[in-house]
């Protein structure tokens, strides 16, 4: 069997060893040091956020930030249903309970009209949701002007869930920088790795400081062991913040090659009836194309989501349904959720495409030669 096709993995340039080799000569094999500092300025100076606390996964950033937020036992959380368990489960975390909001059907990211009737029946049963969770999927943009311009309405704090969407862009302003807080993640088949990873951004530098602290144990400063608050064990290793800064110096380049796999499959696609791509709505929105998607008509293509996901699968070539959305999972299946079906004819319909910046030109032919035989074209 040829080698296998990855749908996203990790792809080191060549600088990470460095930073590893200096944290490994200094001694700076811990769970902070300078690599740590370095990764945080560098994530604050290419987001253009005025603080950062690198930490163990972008899981661990959404549950700070809620911890930050004050949640408790009890409170409504709204969050987007088409996304990752990763983006919900730190809701559980604190015993809150979770409110889903479908997607919307061009970014495919939170529906701002399902939004504010979600806040307005919260308001109305004397519920008011605590916090906004708003994903980027797939590196997309969401409708952020809308969604915020309703958050600051009813004056609820928003978190961007920005895992999959560093280098993404609306209005030319990083996604992550729109909310109160931002999360990222650098899980080994994100757009640049630590292996895994993730990191909180926010303006507000005191509260990144709070971050710092709880992430560390919450340890008081004092010469003994003294914790006055529960603390967490969620900050990044030096060794790991290595790779980080090593990654940073690739990442415009990464951003570069994942928009080009994208025009690539457009090309690919070009004139088939039934395909569509989730692509930028005009040019406010600038997608780093983490992953390219597509949905398939399959009365007016011909073919189906798992006919071309089995015909890739046989030819050792990886590719994905989309989220099956958390609404619809049976760990949340008793929580509220508005819905209007969006999100789950996406699932039933969609797949993500091989988008590995490791692809090589004989990759691409093996796929490209999957997909011609899908459509029934002849080399």
């Keep these: 069997m040829e080698q296998k096709i990855w749908l996203s993995s990790p792809n080191m340039g060549g600088a990470e060893i460095r930073y590893i080799q200096q944290a490994i000569d200094t001694n700076w094999v811990a769970p902070l040091g300078p690599n740590v500092n370095g990764f945080e300025q560098d994530l604050c100076d290419y987001t253009g956020t005025k603080a950062c606390a690198a930490l163990s996964s972008g899981t661990s950033a959404i549950h700070l930030a809620l911890i930050l937020l004050g949640i408790k036992r009890g409170d409504d959380i709204i969050c987007s249903s088409f996304t990752f368990s990763a983006t919900c489960n730190p809701i559980l975390y604190q015993q809150a309970n979770p409110v889903f909001i479908d997607s919307e059907s061009e970014t495919w990211n939170m529906n701002p009209l399902l939004l504010e009737k979600a806040i307005k029946d919260g308001i109305f049963r004397n519920k008011k949701p605590k916090a906004i969770i708003v994903v980027h999927l797939y590196g997309m943009p969401a409708k952020i002007d809308e969604i915020i311009s309703i958050a600051n309405k009813y ?6 869930d920005a895992a999959e969407a560093l280098g993404s862009k ?59 608050e529960v603390g967490y064990n969620y900050r990044m290793s030096n060794i790991v913040a290595g790779i980080g800064r090593g990654q940073m110096e690739v990442l415009v380049k990464r951003v570069e090659q994942k928009r080009s796999i994208n025009k690539w499959y457009k090309d690919v696609f070009k004139g088939i009836d039934g395909v569509a791509f989730l692509t930028e709505l005009n040019n406010d929105y600038f997608s780093n194309y983490w992953l390219t998607t597509i949905i398939i008509d399959e009365k007016k293509a011909g073919f189906n989501r798992e006919d071309l996901r089995f015909a890739l699968e046989k030819e050792n070539i990886e590719a994905r349904p989309l989220w099956k959305p958390m609404h619809m999972q049976p760990v949340f299946e008793q929580y509220s ?43």
């Design 155 to 160: 004056e609820i704090p928003v978190i961007e």
């Design 170 to 228: 609306y209005k030319g302003k990083a996604l992550g920088t729109f909310g109160k807080f931002g999360i990222l993640s650098f899980n080994g088949n994100k757009i640049i790795t630590t292996s895994g990873g993730g990191a909180l951004i926010s303006d507000e530098v005191e509260l990144i400081e709070k971050a710092r602290f709880l992430a560390t144990q919450a340890r008081d400063n004092a010469p003994h062991y003294q914790h006055s």
């Design 337 to 379: 959720a508005f819905v209007d079906k969006t999100s789950e004819l996406l699932f039933d319909n969609g797949l993500c495409l091989p988008s590995d910046t490791n692809m090589t030109e004989i990759d691409k032919n093996r796929i490209f030669s999957v997909i011609q035989n899908i459509l029934g074209i002849s080399n």
